[in-house]
C-alpha cells in the first residue's frame, strides 16, 4: 500500500490520539506504573476516538456514547455502546458540561463500535457483547489500541476469531509483544479511517 500525503495526515492523527490514550491504556503494576480501573481507561480511548471520527465522518452521520432503542419493540435497550454511528437525531439525549449519552432509534443506527484498550485473545464477554449487540445492528466493529501478540500471524488469528464471533472489522493501533517491543499499526489505522469516511 502506498502512503499519500493524505495518509501521512492520518498517521499524525494517530501519533496524536497514541500520545492522549497510551498512558492511559498501559497503566498497570507490571509497568510500574499506578492501574487505572479499566472502565476508565477505555472511557478515555472511547472518547478519544469519537472525537477522531467526528473529524472524518460524513455528512449526515453523528458519532456519540450510548444505547440502542428499539422503540417499536416495548422500548427495549441494548447493552451499553462505547461508540454508536448513527444518522439524524438521537431518540433521547443526556448531556452536560462534561459528558453526553444518548439512546438512538435501532432505525437510524449504522455502525457500532466496542472500544478496548488492549486485547490478547477472543473472550467468552467478547462474544456475548457481539451476540447480545446483533439483536440490534449487524454491523459491529471493535477497535482496541494494543493487541498483544508475538507476530502478525497472531494478530490475524485474533481479528480471524473476532469474525467468527460476529464483529464485521477489528482494528488495532499497535501491536505489544511479551518483551514490551510496540509495533505501531499505519496501515490498519489509515483502513480505519478510511472506512469511517465510506460510510453510506
Request: charged share 30%.
Amino acid at each position: 500500500m502506498s502512503l499519500t500525503r493524505a495518509d501521512y495526515a492520518i498517521i499524525q492523527e494517530l501519533e496524536e490520539l497514541l500520545a492522549k490514550s497510551t498512558p492511559y491504556a498501559m497503566s498497570s503494576p507490571s509497568f510500574g506504573s499506578p492501574t487505572i480501573h479499566y472502565f476508565v481507561k477505555g472511557l478515555v480511548l472511547s472518547s478519544n476516538v469519537i472525537e477522531l471520527i467526528n473529524k472524518h465522518i460524513p455528512d449526515g452521520y453523528r458519532v456519540d456514547w450510548g444505547q440502542i432503542i428499539d422503540d417499536k419493540d416495548g422500548n427495549v435497550l441494548s447493552k451499553e455502546c462505547d461508540i454508536i454511528i448513527y444518522k439524524g437525531k438521537p431518540f433521547k439525549e443526556i448531556s452536560n458540561k462534561t459528558i453526553r449519552f444518548v439512546l438512538v432509534s435501532k432505525q437510524s443506527v449504522k455502525i457500532v463500535i466496542e472500544v478496548k484498550s488492549s486485547i490478547q485473545g477472543v473472550t467468552r464477554d467478547i462474544k456475548n457483547y457481539c451476540k447480545e449487540l446483533k439483536k440490534f445492528i449487524p454491523e459491529i466493529w471493535l477497535v482496541t489500541e494494543c493487541c498483544w501478540a508475538q507476530s502478525k500471524k497472531r494478530a490475524l488469528d485474533i481479528k480471524q476469531d473476532l469474525k467468527k464471533a460476529g464483529y464485521n472489522h477489528f482494528f488495532f493501533f499497535y501491536r505489544m509483544d511479551d518483551k514490551l517491543k510496540k509495533t505501531i499499526e499505519h496501515k490498519i489505522f489509515i483502513d480505519f479511517i478510511r472506512q469511517i469516511k465510506k460510510i453510506k
